[in-house]
């Protein structure tokens, strides 16, 4: 086994506090960034927390005030993939995707506090559950296409079912083919968000003051969520995004990849071709399905052949590992992809490792 063996180094703090359990991450390097080892002890802390009925409800929480979670260990992975560790990918992969599952179809009220940096795989910890609390330093982002990959952890589903405020209803086709629109932007351009913009897209519920994190869950650990709720809730600032909506669908509501990346102008410069296109299909595919496992199956067969590809391993590489944010990318444009070989893996599945 390579640098990616699961180990026993803790870096998941989980505690019972009354009747609930709470989760911290606390792996400060690298702002809480996902790796194999955390994927692991949070789905063995979740099941477990899911079958004890002495359990009422789950917080998931950062021990660094400027972070939740950065996103999955990419370098982990790449190092993996040059290696051909395959095996230690799916497994990377299919864990956290299973996480993301268990998350989804949780049975108990599931509160995650989203402070600070929310980014990838910090998404997948979060957008997923019932109780998504976010503040005014809330930063939120899918990336991936900057760095050869795509908008995973179940972005396939919750980015397709953006909202355009706070209640609304995403009712009819033409809805849904708005909703998948800027779905598509937040995807394809990795768009940074704030927490009122999580609030008025759906993608998350509860804003509250930064300075009232600890008090919020120390709250929920005596009284429930519901309690917490009801003194920490605030009304969230404006967002742009409502009063954008328009101008974002004009723009990325064309049927064709070619058509939104000649629409975006400067938007999608330095993204890879590549990731542009497993992004577009994918949002597509999941905007028509109706479960969000089958969409985590479908991202899971796609991180298998991504991981390994070539823009990945150079993205990470430009980005994270040399730094000199000079991708190579190929093909070098999106009319050069086969995407007739992408829409071939959309429509293929990998099943789930973990039962859900």
Known sequence: MGVMK???ESLVRPQIQGHTGVLTLTREKTLNALNRSMYHQLVDALQMWRDDPAITEVVVRSELP????????????????????????????????SMNAVIARYPKPYVAMMNGIVMGGGMGLSVHGSH???????????????????????ASWFLPRVTRGAGAAIDDDAARRESLAVGRYLGLAGVRITGADA?????????????????????????????????????????????????IVATYGADTLEEVVRNAGSDL??????????VFELLTKGSEDDDVVSCLEREL??????????DFIEGVRAMVVDKDKTPQWEPATAAQVDEDRIRALVSEKSELPIRV
């Open 301 to 310: 067969r796609m991180a298998e052949d991504t991981a390994v590809g070539h």
């Open 132 to 154: 998504r609390v976010v503040t005014e330093t809330t930063v939120m982002a899918m990336p991936e296409t900057a760095i050869g990959f795509f908008t995973d952890v179940g």
């Open 66 to 97: 400027k972070a939740f979670c950065a996103g999955g260990d990419i370098k982990e992975v790449r190092t993996a993939a040059l290696e051909g560790h395959e095996d230690e990918i799916r497994d990377a992969f299919g864990t956290e995707y």
């Open 199 to 247: 609030i008025a897209l759906g993608l998350a519920d509860v804003f509250i003051d930064s300075s009232d994190v600890d008090a919020f869950v120390e709250t929920v650990t005596t009284d429930g969520v519901d309690a917490a709720v009801e003194k920490y809730s605030k009304d969230a600032p404006e967002s742009e995004f409502p009063a954008r909506w328009d101008e």
């Open 6 to 8: 699961a180990t026993e």
């Open 269 to 278: 410069d330095g993204m890879s071709p590549t990731s542009l296109a497993r």
